[in-house]
């Protein structure tokens, strides 16, 4: 009986042996098949990635370079405020570059999506709407400072024009964010647009999110009657 379990151990072991050796021999036999494609594509990849690392270096940081040093001027024009450098800021002068040539001149560099938010900014103070928010929503790092702030803004605009979903479609972005002082205000003024379109259920998770993460903000604000009061309406 010892003998027959043995045996058949070593029938199974052997199987799985030349199962083994029969997938080393089909891999290489594919390889050998296919040897010059293998060899292409992984020649191919590397001239790719070499191609970008040098576009990097030798295109994109130089334009990124340049952009970041001709920013000083406008950015300088922005701060001022008034009509005339805001125009100044927006289209530069005969010395100084202004954001919407940087914008649309160094686009594949990060200064260039900068520009596009305080080219926003630029026509947001001179009362153009419609400019502004054609240059904030190509604003795209999300990982900037004013990212939340500008989807602030973006639904801030679209609340103007009577667009009350897209309104809450930007300001659900901007409360997103995990910043203790914005946060807060976003998730409110969220819970008021929810409130205006009568979907009170959205309104009291706006409310409670600042209840159960911000409650700090959620006593000075005073948004316990507003929770109140949505949750009477939803009843």
Not at 43 to 65: C, E, H, K, T
Not at 91 to 103: M, P, Q, R
Not at 135 to 152: E, G, R, S, V
Request: charged share 25%; net charge positive.
């Amino acid at each position: 009986m010892k003998k027959v379990k043995k045996d058949t151990k070593k029938e199974q072991g052997q199987a799985t042996q030349k199962k083994q050796e029969g997938f080393v021999v089909q891999v290489f036999n594919f390889f050998n098949k296919h040897n010059n494609t293998i060899y292409g594509v992984a020649i191919g990849l590397l001239v790719l990635v070499g191609a970008l690392l040098a576009f990097n270096r030798y295109y994109i940081s130089p334009q990124s370079d340049k952009a970041s040093q001709l920013m000083t001027a406008p950015i300088g024009f922005y701060m001022q405020g008034d009509t005339l450098s805001l125009n100044k800021a927006l289209d530069g002068d005969d010395e100084h570059e202004g954001f919407l040539t940087i914008a649309s001149s160094f686009k594949l560099t990060k200064t260039a999506n900068v520009a596009n938010y305080f080219a926003g900014m630029c026509y947001l103070k001179l009362g153009e709407k419609e400019d502004a928010l054609k240059y904030l929503l190509k604003f795209k790092q999300k990982d900037d400072i004013y990212w939340y702030p500008t989807q602030a803004l973006i639904s801030d605009i679209y609340d103007d024009e009577g667009d009350i979903k897209k309104a809450i479609k930007y300001c659900k972005k901007a409360a997103g964010s995990k910043n203790p002082y914005y946060a807060p205000a976003y998730l409110f003024k969220l819970g008021q647009l929810y409130e205006r379109e009568g979907d009170f259920k959205n309104a009291i998770a706006a409310y409670e999110t600042i209840q159960n993460k911000f409650y700090a903000e959620y006593q000075k604000m005073g948004v316990d009657k507003f929770l109140e009061k949505a949750r009477l309406n939803k009843n």
